[in-house]
């Protein structure tokens, strides 16, 4: 089976094709195919087509005449364009003298400007190219000296090539070189007059009106064609940046194989994450920690971001930024390490020691913070039938803080009979909550845990988990931790929106969750009370919330709760461990005072050590 | 003594407490055994929760009772999965694109009415209460208030760090920006000091606890 030509793009394509794979358009039939059926559907100008390509044999002109009265619009527009771009090819394949002269625009556009350009400015270039002592024609001199500059891109070269006198583009011309040159001035004058000044005969009236812009424009563009420095054409002038993005470069600029530095997957030996594989270890990345090759006098460095930086050095390499020798710095770094233990063994002696010494007795404040007087007071107005929502997020590290800052709250509401709702923001926090509940219950014989407490579990999502409970707490916490409809169960039976619940006491460590809350819960249509236990870090950011009134009140920390234990009159933990807690306290506080006097005099010692010796 | 569970877990926390203390010492096999029973404890417990609390309370069960409307977080979650494969991982890209915008637009929108405003009206509500007074209290409560609002003015200017380009000379701010900001600069100084000393107490309030959990032990097995 023979491949069929399309008629539109003279491309090859398949023999059972229809249409050709480049352009679309219908394929005639091939000779396999039927006659008869093919030259139904194929129009009859394809078929002629077809015939002709089939035999070989030109039709008649008449017929062809017929057929090109027969072809549609488009394919005769693009057989004429076809047609025209053969001749044009063929007329420079076989272009002969007459074919090099230069076509009608190039003479026009010089005209009438010859008079105002300085020739001495082309023929200076010329001629000092010549002394160069270079082998080159004159046409190349110009193209070099002048051309370029002339047009900034190069193109006149090629226009010297295109439309230019053969005799001067063409060195080996059997012409005499006077007349070369005498060629190449010529030239010279054709193609920078075009350019620069603009044809004055082809301006627009409004511009041709104003002779002083004109003469100026000329003038400027003859200063740049002169004195333009003659440059590569690959060579562009460097961009002039600030010092702060010459800084900035990528380090495979810096250092070609740091981007191919791979971390190793190993095993840490030491420290909190030893015995895990695949961790990003300190020690990989101070080996990957690599100084770029910068000028320092591009970067202005002042003196304080040089000590951050002295800081940050010392941070990473604790060793090696000392000038210290090794048994120096072996010294010094035993009296690091001595200290660290001294200062825990101290720490942990004074949190000791009241428990084993009953003599130590804590000043204990007389006057309680109105944060926790306005939760107390909140507390003892709650209805005894109406839930409250315990919403928890904190750090199993920080339980401890908050176990004992939550007691008085939550056995004042065990007292009061009050039911509970527990939700966990975090995954551990309900379960280090349940645990807590539950001790409080077996001190209370009143109420019964089961009875009293329904646990909703972990919810998820953060915020927007957040805002679901907010806007629908049913479907937001189906279930509790049992599996089983938490919205059935005795404490929450009445409870339809978060409005329902008496008060949302929050605990946690961390303001930015109470803040979520305050900002969620604002989106209620009746926002409910909010009362909060925090750790004693969290207190400073949570208080102006306590000041603006978006939360009724809070207890902070172990000084928190013995606060809310004096108001009860219930003695707590928090009471009973307050001598140790003081103690532990004041012991750190001088302990930090004391580091602040020696640094002091270490500081003032090495000033006048300096002075001294300069 | 009879046996019983919680001597057990009292038996158990003592001894983790110990190894956990044993740190001060300098880093040694058993605070690194403690470690990675926390890391390994903590990661079995969160798959529990999150199997329980999450896929068969939220996803599960209302699939079972026919609920449709927990197919689109399905197919959401499902979609987001594919970004444990690098061939597939666009296919993530639109529930992610969901988190995030939904994140951001829920942050914002609570930042701004919960925070910005409930601040802005706290500020003013101290010169409201201080109307409402009368005599000396009411002369305390407008200190407070303008003690209240110079530092709110002074913290935001110490972050105004926009300065006048002079020729020759380095950018400096204005001269009375920086008069503000150095006043806010001792706010901010006050601030930080506060929450040092408060993360100061609160790890101090966790060693007082273990101490007195060890102390109540030891005690309890000395009688």
Partial sequence: ?614 | MTFNTEIVWLVISFILTLAVFSFLLGDNPFFRFVSALLIGITAGYFTVVIIYQVLLARLAVPLLQGSRGTLLPLLLSGLLLMKLSPRLSRWGNPPMALLIGVGAAVAIGGAVLGTLFGQVKGALAFFDVAFSQSGSSRALIMVEAVFFLLGTFTTLFYFHFSARKVKGKEPRRHWSIGALSSIGKVFISVTLGAVFAGVLTATITALVERADFLVTTITAWVR
């Fill in chain 1, 1 to 614: 089976m023979a491949d069929l030509r399309c008629l539109i793009c003279n491309r090859v394509n398949d023999a059972s094709a229809e249409r050709c794979w480049y352009c679309r358009s219908p394929l005639p039939v091939s000779s396999d195919t039927p006659a008869s059926d093919a030259q139904e559907k194929i129009p009859p100008s394809f078929s002629d087509a077809n015939e002709e390509l089939r035999t070989g044999e030109k039709p008649p002109d008449d017929a062809i005449e017929q057929s090109e009265e027969e072809v549609p619009e488009w394919l005769a527009r693009i057989r004429e364009l076809k047609a025209q771009e053969e001749q044009v090819s063929r007329q420079g394949s076989d272009r002969g003298p007459g074919a090099d002269q230069p076509p009608e625009w190039l003479p026009n556009l010089s005209r009438g400007e010859l008079d105002s350009i300085e020739k001495d400015q082309v023929q200076k270039a010329l001629i000092e190219d010549q002394e160069s002592g270079e082998n080159a024609s004159a046409e190349t001199s110009f193209r070099d000296s002048v051309a370029r500059p002339v047009t900034g891109e190069g193109v006149a070269a090629k226009d010297i090539e295109a439309f230019g006198d053969p005799g001067a583009a063409d060195t080996t011309h059997p012409k005499s070189a006077a007349q070369g040159e005498q060629a190449a001035e010529d030239e010279a004058k054709k193609i920078v007059e075009p350019v620069f000044p603009i044809p004055v005969d082809d301006l627009p009236d409004w511009l041709s009106e104003e002779p002083d812009l004109i003469e100026k424009i000329t003038s400027k563009a003859q200063k740049l064609a002169t004195t333009a420095p003659p440059h590569d054409e690959d060579e562009l002038e460097k961009g002039a940046l600030p010092a702060w993005l010459k800084t900035l470069r990528p380090l495979e600029a810096v250092v070609p194989a740091a981007s191919e530095q791979e971390i190793p997957s190993s095993t840490d030996q030491e420290g909190v994450l030893a015995g895990i594989s695949g961790t990003l270890r300190s020690i990989d990345l101070e080996g990957r920690q690599i100084n770029p090759a910068l000028n320092p006098h591009d970067l202005v460095v002042t003196p304080a971001q040089q000590a951050n930086v002295d800081l940050l050095n010392d941070l990473i390499h604790p060793a090696s930024s000392t000038s210290l020798t090794q048994p120096v710095l072996n010294k010094k770094m035993g009296g690091k390490k001595f200290l660290k233990a001294f200062i825990a063994i101290v720490m942990l002696l004074s949190a000791l020691l009241p428990f084993l010494n009953q003599s130590f007795q804590a000043v204990i404040p007389e006057l309680f913070p109105k944060e926790v007087v306005d939760a107390y007071g909140f507390i003892q107005e709650i209805p005894a039938g109406k839930p409250v929502l315990i919403a928890v997020q904190y750090e199993a590290g920080l339980a401890g803080e908050l176990a004992w800052a939550s007691e008085p709250v939550i056995e004042n509401l065990v007292s009061r009979g009050i039911p509970m709702a527990v939700v966990s923001t975090n995954v551990s926090g309900y379960a280090i909550l349940e645990e807590q509940l539950r001790r409080a219950f077996t001190n209370d014989s009143n109420n019964q845990f089961e009875e009293k407490v329904i646990n909703l579990g972990y919810l998820p999502g953060g915020t927007i988990g957040l805002i679901s409970l907010v806007r629908d707490p049913r479907e937001a916490v189906p279930f509790s931790t049992a599996l089983e409809p938490a919205w059935e169960s005795a404490p929450l039976e009445n409870v339809a929106e978060i409005s329902d619940f008496a008060a949302v006491l929050l605990l946690t460590d961390n303001p930015e969750i109470l803040r979520a809350w305050v900002e969620q819960s604002g989106r209620a249509e009746i926002p409910p009370p909010l009362l909060a236990v925090v750790s004693a870090q969290a207190a400073p950011l949570v208080q102006p919330y306590h000041d603006s009134g978006q939360i009724r009140g809070f207890i902070a920390g172990s000084s928190g709760a013995l606060s809310y234990q004096m108001i009860r009159q219930v003695p707590g933990k928090a009471s009973s461990t307050f001598t140790s807690y003081q103690l532990a306290v004041l012991t750190a506080a001088l302990l930090i005072f004391l580091g602040g006097v020696v640094t002091l005099i270490n500081t003032a010692g090495t000033g006048i050590k300096q002075k001294g010796g300069g």
